[in-house]
């Protein structure tokens, strides 16, 4: 972590962790040594937000109607925002306070954001949620691998196409480091946008054919049916803008932290832009006869209302766009194959270095191969029992999402800056705080029974 000049003696040191203001709370300018401008940071941000949670987005108006799915993405594109700032908070009232010691306490991943607030029980807590969420994530990019080879080749199911593809899988997991693919992620960011771009595009031009309808009202909700349905909603929203999880690292990068609040927010209007677009372009263009893998909807159209409501998908006789199908699902699998080793090293990586397993997987002992190969297998595992990625990426993001975005940010902070006697949030600060918990609480409560509902009746 890049920390300001260390002061001339203990009593400056004495004075400015007493006081009531600290530098973040401010605008003061402190000299930091050369990193990644703001607008570096805002791009960074961007690229790791932008994800699979895109092909997840357009469904959910389904489920929550026009009107509560917009106010959803609203409230918990502020929730997970504000979560952040209060994390940037924290992580410098933490390396501020320890810069008299320079590196090691510095706070450069969310492991050691944990570690600052609460010692070990901080790091393990954080790195077990962490560890869950990314094989939640890794068994997501299985299960739309799969259903993007069936679209793409056909021929076999979906669960066919995991277990042919489990065998990558495992061999991915062998790769001693990712470098390689890691030099692939510009490419991979190509290829989420294009097939943004294309689900916008294409959704606005067939929703022209529906217009014609006899009661084209019928086609779009306005407000959910349940309630309780709004537990899936809010939960894939959480999914979907996480990124409180990179605060640290993407900040210890930065040439002065104190404009990471700039770049943060930047970032992170410039994705509730991009997805608004993605939601409501493609829940307008497809409405409740929508099919679970979008790229289906964007490669055939049914020929009338009654197709549209009542006739299987594959019984459709309306214009079809194969080739678009196959486009689509290529930019979808170069995307995930690009992806899914990076998300797999998370897991390897933190079992690797945390102190409690680092003895038992050493790097290139047989029995990190061994583990490698049983974290695999338990995502293919995971695949095979929820089928659906939409379905799976909500219940991951329902448990994961609140801890891990708003739970974690905010109580880590608080407790690092009560710590270090930094200035507390204001009352007014603290009530949205308040608002955030209870939000979270009910997408931890609500979003899990409404995922695991839904998984359950399809089986």
Same mark, same amino acid.
Not at 74 to 79: N, S
Not at 311 to 314: A, H, I, L
Not at 370 to 398: C, P
């Given at each position: 972590?890049?920390?300001?000049?260390?002061?001339?003696?203990?009593?400056?040191?004495?004075?400015?962790?007493?006081?009531?203001?600290?530098?973040?709370?401010?605008?003061?300018?402190?000299?930091?040594?050369?990193g990644?401008?703001?607008?570096?940071?805002?791009?960074s941000?961007?690229?790791?937000?932008?994800?699979?949670?895109?092909?997840?987005l357009?469904?959910?108006?389904?489920?929550?109607?026009?009107?509560?799915?917009?106010?959803?993405m609203?409230?918990?594109?502020?929730?997970?925002?504000?979560?952040g700032?209060?994390?940037?908070?924290?992580?410098? $009232?933490?390396?501020?306070?320890?810069?008299k010691?320079?590196?090691?306490k510095?706070?450069?991943?969310y492991?050691?954001?944990?570690?600052a $607030?609460?010692?070990k029980?901080?790091?393990?807590?954080v790195?077990?949620?962490?560890?869950?969420?990314?094989l939640?994530?890794?068994?997501s990019?299985?299960?739309l691998?799969?259903?993007?080879?069936?679209?793409?080749?056909?021929?076999?199911?979906?669960?066919?196409?995991?277990?042919a593809?489990?065998?990558?899988?495992?061999?991915?997991?062998?790769?001693?480091?990712?470098t390689?693919?890691a030099?692939?992620t510009?490419?991979?960011?190509?290829?989420?946008?294009?097939?943004?771009?294309?689900?916008?595009?294409k959704?606005?031009?067939?929703?022209?054919?529906w217009?014609?309808?006899p009661?084209?009202?019928?086609?779009?909700?306005d407000?959910?049916e349940?309630?309780?349905?709004?537990?899936?909603?809010?939960?894939?929203?959480f999914?979907?803008?996480?990124?409180n999880?990179?605060?640290?690292?993407?900040?210890?990068?930065?040439?002065?932290?104190m404009?990471?609040p700039?770049?943060?927010?930047?970032?992170?209007?410039?994705?509730?832009?991009?997805y608004?677009?993605?939601?409501?372009?493609?829940?307008?263009?497809?409405?409740?006869?929508m099919?679970p893998?979008?790229?289906?909807?964007?490669?055939?159209?049914?020929?009338?209302?009654?197709?549209?409501?009542d006739?299987?998908?594959?019984d459709?006789?309306?214009?079809?766009?194969?080739?678009?199908?196959g486009?689509?699902?290529?930019?979808?699998?170069?995307?995930?194959?690009i992806?899914?080793?990076?998300?797999?090293?998370?897991?390897?990586?933190?079992?690797?270095?945390?102190?409690?397993t680092?003895?038992?997987?050493?790097?290139q002992?047989?029995?990190?191969?061994?583990?490698?190969?049983?974290?695999?297998?338990?995502?293919?595992?995971?695949?095979?029992?929820?089928?659906?990625?939409?379905?799976?990426?909500?219940?991951?993001?329902?448990?994961c999402?609140?801890?891990?975005q708003?739970f974690?940010p905010?109580?880590?902070?608080?407790?690092?800056?009560?710590?270090?006697?930094?200035?507390m949030?204001s009352?007014?600060?603290r009530v949205?705080?308040?608002?955030?918990?209870?939000l979270?609480?009910?997408?931890?409560?609500?979003?899990?029974?409404?995922?695991?509902q839904?998984?359950?009746?399809?089986?």
């Open positions: 972590m890049r920390v300001p000049d260390e002061p001339s003696s203990e009593e400056e040191w004495s004075e400015e962790e007493s006081g009531t203001v600290q530098p973040w709370d401010s605008d003061d300018e402190l000299d930091f040594t050369p990644m401008p703001w607008w570096q940071a805002t791009f941000l961007v690229v790791v937000v932008i994800g699979v949670g895109v092909m997840a357009p469904q959910l108006p389904m489920k929550g109607g026009w009107w509560m799915s917009i106010l959803s609203l409230v918990c594109f502020m929730a997970i925002m504000e979560s700032i209060a994390m940037w908070k924290g992580v410098m $009232a933490g390396n501020h306070a320890g810069a010691d320079l590196a090691p510095a706070i450069v991943s492991e050691d954001f944990g570690k $607030a609460f010692g029980t901080g790091e393990a807590l790195l077990l949620m962490m560890m869950l969420y990314f939640g994530v890794v068994a990019f299985g299960v691998i799969a259903e993007e080879l069936e679209n793409l080749i056909g021929h076999i199911s979906k669960k066919e196409w995991l277990l593809f489990a065998p990558v899988m495992i061999f991915m997991s062998q790769l001693p480091n990712v390689a693919v030099k692939m510009p490419l991979a960011v190509l290829c989420i946008l294009i097939l943004v771009s294309v689900i916008i595009s959704s606005v031009l067939d929703a022209q054919r217009q014609a309808w009661d084209p009202a019928k086609l779009h909700t407000w959910p349940d309630p309780m349905a709004m537990g899936t909603v809010v939960a894939t929203m999914g979907a803008f996480g990124v999880g990179n605060v640290p690292s993407i900040l210890c990068e930065m040439k002065d932290p404009e990471f700039f770049a943060y927010k930047t970032a992170m209007t410039i994705v509730l832009l991009i608004l677009a993605v939601m409501c372009c493609g829940y307008y263009g497809y409405g409740d006869f099919q893998d979008i790229v289906k909807s964007l490669s055939s159209f049914p020929a009338t209302e009654e197709q549209a409501l006739v299987k998908f594959d459709w006789t309306g214009p079809k766009a194969l080739i678009l199908r486009v689509c699902a290529a930019l979808l699998l170069i995307k995930l194959i992806g899914l080793p990076l998300n797999m090293m998370v897991i390897y990586y933190s079992l690797q270095t945390y102190e409690g680092k003895d038992w997987f050493p790097a002992s047989v029995a990190n191969k061994i583990m490698r190969v049983l974290v695999a297998m338990i995502a293919i595992v995971i695949g095979l029992v929820v089928t659906q990625f939409n379905k799976l990426f909500a219940l991951v993001a329902s448990v999402g609140p801890i891990l708003c974690l905010l109580f880590l902070s608080y407790k690092i800056r009560k710590k270090h006697g930094a200035r949030s009352w007014v600060r949205a705080h308040a608002l955030i918990v209870l979270s609480l009910y997408c931890l409560t609500m979003g899990f029974y409404d995922s695991v839904a998984i359950t009746e399809k089986a």
